[in-house]
């Protein structure tokens, strides 16, 4: 004795078999069997909304948001270059020794103050003569 109003037929177009226990896509809302009720297996057309991923920075572990048609990669980028809190983002400046003559902008690694006016300066102004010193006693000549 059949039960003809016992469960329903498999929504895939290839399969259509009777299925007792019918399982009913999140997505497309259609019954499918057991072999067909996943977005993959029947194809189905509303299966990108499911398929929602939010990448996590490598590196601090906060996850980012993305708007829709962007690139998961370019974004995680730009928060790393940006907004990351991870630890290894604070970067020490090397040249940090500004020079003290009056219009001179570089600076130095390593500090050269000057003996006589106790100012810092960079390679190019280092010598009292270069940088006109007149602090302390009168500056020797070029020989030293």
Known sequence: MEFPDLGKHC???TCKQLDFLP???DECKQDFCKDHFTCAAHRCPFAFKKDVQVPVCPL???PIPI???EIPDVV???HI???CKHPGKTKKKIFTYQCSKEGCKKKEMLQMACVQC???FCIQHRHPLDHNCRHGSRP???AG
């Open 60 to 62: 601090c572990n906060i």
């Open 81 to 83: 270059d940006r907004d």
């Open 140 to 142: 020797s000549g070029k």
């Open 67 to 69: 708007k829709k048609g």
């Open 118 to 120: 106790q100012g810092n």
């Open 11 to 13: 929504s895939e177009k």
């Open 23 to 25: 399982l009913k896509c």
């Open 76 to 78: 995680v980028g730009d």
